[in-house]
């Protein structure tokens, strides 16, 4: 097995509520113990619900954020402690796609500034080539060269979407955070730019981590998917395996509320439809997050926070499979 | 016979950078106790097409031609003296007879005032209840809407809620007085996926329990496909073809919304084909083609199709579609 391009262990990013006169000091934990590996050249989608700290970690990764404890590597170097040039060098490597096209693109920039801006400030390609790498860039995303002059409110929001790609593979980058690409476009837009985002992969190779909340999107594009919950990742695996035969509760009752676009099947479906909703990580106890709404909830599902452990040639955070455990065929709810 | 038909409906807004032509010759009716989803991409002039029912068009909106009929009361501008005349007739009839469900729950509440006082407002409204009587009924509703704990949560304020809360809270309102059509405009698209089973969960239940009807516009062609039992889709403020669930999913006639279907993928299925999306984007409607509005973005566009627009083919009493690969008698596939 080829070594991982990007290792996370035991990450967590908390974020400090200052205590007012008369309330405490709280801590939101955003991301609390979350270990994932992508391999070089794989797709790694990142799904959950809103507040579960997806964004967080992707923001993590590319060094947006400071994580408490715990480690980041990439190719083997831990990139939490990088300052300076070091830091500036890693993200040369490491780039972000961001979720709204309206809000990441400078209004008053047009659309070659834009693109050239990160070349700028890496001084990568000698100046007088620059310009002629931004048309070669607006060709791999499918936009025109004479689109050079024009500002962003001049473009679609599919159009900015693929300028917001184009600038980020401006730095020829071995990795990309795709936080949210598609959930601000339509649903035929979105076809193209997850089309256009696998094309530049079979092209260059680039790794990707994926984060969306469109859980067939997610399958489409992953390779592998990792399911997080309240700053937990609760389980991961391959993503035909995850959704053909998910594990964990909270798996099984998020791709149960997946609506499916076949009407005779949506018919006789079976669905288990989850109570309640995702609670508050400020200060979260310390038990499985997923206690509380868990159809399945034990005893000791209020006492601990299962461990992460293997399954299957998978990983699960779930006491039902712990300890000489049951079958997972057992356990399954479908 | 229908609850609510409407005849070539046209509405316009007049901007700065020219007329926009938002919905353009539509009709569609709906049954009784049905669920009829009306799809489009945004700026397809779905959302448009229930504010002009609704009579809610902000102001440079107007309905320039159509009408419509509620119970066969025709409730068209046209069929009142004055706009002061139609607005008093619609305030009897919205909340009452017909409801709507908003998209974004937080804009739609009054932050500054109790739920309680927002639910009991269209109740004193429309039904001759007494105070007393009418905060039974909130406390009833918001049971009915799954609250927990309604008689604490009903004295709270908006931001107390979670969006899903705020949601239920709405169609709660929105249930006040047992309207025989509720417009529920893409209710669960600010909601996360379970979120989203609930809330519509919840609108089956009280479709079944109230047999009111209700219009879903949606783009999610997944939650069309698990609660809608008609379906209209909409393109360049035109509706291309209609026809019922299975109708739509499994024999799709129109090219696009052929198009839209190669556009979203199975989750549950093992084979993981390609996606064929759709190139191009939508039609300006500032400037509308005078002949089918998918043209430029159609893979079997012909000459014909740029200068006249498509009439309807009839397929079977439910499914119609609009295009001019049916009217040569050819293949449309």
Redesign the interface.
């Known amino acids: 097995m080829t070594e991982p391009i990007l290792q996370v262990d035991n990450c967590h990013v908390w974020f400090d509520i200052k205590g007012g006169l008369f309330t405490k000091k709280q801590t939101v934990k955003a991301v609390n113990g979350v270990s994932l590996q992508v391999r070089a050249g794989e797709t790694f989608g990142l799904v959950g ?2 507040g579960c700290g997806k964004s967080t970690l992707g923001r993590a990764i590319v060094k947006l954020y400071r994580p408490t404890s715990g480690t980041i590597r990439y190719k083997r170097q831990d990139i939490t402690a990088l300052k300076g040039e070091q830091a500036q060098e890693y993200r040369k490597h490491v780039q972000m796609i961001f979720q709204d096209p309206y809000a990441s693109l400078d209004p008053r920039m047009t659309v070659s500034e834009i693109i050239r801006e990160p070349m700028d400030i890496h001084d990568l390609y000698p100046r007088r080539e620059r310009e002629a790498r931004v048309v070669e860039l607006l060709q791999t995303v499918g936009l025109k060269p004479d689109h050079i002059r024009r500002y962003p409110h001049e473009f ?1 929001g ?2 900015r979407q693929r300028i917001g790609i184009a600038r980020t593979l401006a730095l020829d980058p071995e990795f990309i955070v795709c936080d949210e690409p598609i959930s601000a476009l ?7 730019v ?2 256009l985002l696998e094309d530049i992969q079979k092209k260059l190779g680039i790794s990707y981590l994926f984060i969306a ?1 469109d ?3 997610v ?2 594009i992953s390779d592998h998917i990792g399911v997080m919950y309240l700053g937990h990742l609760v389980e991961i695996g391959p993503s ?1 395996e995850l ?2 035969h998910p594990l964990h509760p909270y798996t099984q ?14 018919r006789e479906r079976h ?1 288990i ?3 309640g ?2 609670p508050t990580p400020i200060d979260p106890k310390p038990c499985c997050p997923f206690a509380t709404r868990c159809p399945k909830a034990m005893e000791k599902c209020f006492c601990a926070v299962p461990p992460s452990i293997q399954v299957d040639g998978r990983q699960v955070a779930c006491f039902l499979y712990q300890e000489g455990g049951r079958a997972a065929s057992e356990i399954n709810i479908k | 016979m229908s609850v609510l038909r409407v005849e070539h409906l046209s509405t316009q807004f007049a901007t700065d950078q020219g007329t926009v032509q938002a919905v353009r010759d539509v009709s569609f009716s709906v049954e009784a106790g049905e669920v009829l989803g009306l799809v489009g991409e945004s700026g397809s002039g779905k959302s448009v097409t229930m504010f002009s029912i609704m009579g809610l068009l902000p102001g440079n909106g107007h309905v320039v031609d159509g009408r419509v009929f509620l119970n066969d009361e025709d409730l068209s501008v046209s069929a009142f003296g004055s706009e002061k005349e139609y607005e008093k007739k619609m305030q009897t009839i919205r909340g009452n007879q017909m409801a709507m469900i908003f998209q974004d729950p937080m804009t739609f509440l009054n932050p500054v005032l109790r739920i309680e006082t927002q639910l009991m407002e269209p109740i004193r409204n429309h039904t001759k209840l007494s105070r007393a009587e009418a905060a039974a009924r909130a406390l009833e509703l918001m049971e009915k809407v799954g609250i927990p704990s309604p008689e604490k949560r009903i004295k709270q304020y908006p931001h107390q809620f979670s969006g899903g809360m705020r949601q239920r809270i709405i169609i709660a309102m929105a249930l006040a007085c047992d309207p025989q059509l509720i417009i529920a405009d893409e209710p669960t698209t600010a909601l996360d996926v379970t979120i989203q089973a609930q809330v519509l969960e919840l609108i089956g239940q009280i479709k079944d329990s109230l047999r009111s009807s209700v219009i879903l516009i949606t783009h999610d062609l997944g939650v069309v496909a698990q609660t809608c039992d008609r379906i209209a889709i909409m393109y360049g403020g035109k509706i291309v073809e209609t026809g019922t669930a299975d109708e739509i999913f499994y024999m799709p006639n129109h090219p696009y919304t052929k198009g839209l279907l190669g556009c979203v993928t199975d989750p549950e299925s093992d084979t993981n084909e390609p996606l064929t999306p759709i190139p191009g984007s939508p039609p300006d409607l500032l400037k509308p083609p005078a002949g089918c509005p998918f043209l430029d973005r159609c893979t079997q566009a012909m000459n014909i199709c740029r200068d006249y627009m498509p009439g309807q083919t009839v397929f079977s009493p439910t499914h119609t579609s609009c295009c001019w690969l049916n009217a040569r008698g050819g293949e449309a596939g």
């Open positions: 619900e809103s679609s599919g159009q339509d649903v035929s837009i979105q076809a193209q997850i089309n909340h859980l067939s999107m399958k489409h035909r959704y053909r009752g998020l791709l149960s509320a997946v609506p499916i676009p076949d009407p005779k099947r949506a669905r439809v989850l109570d909703e995702i």
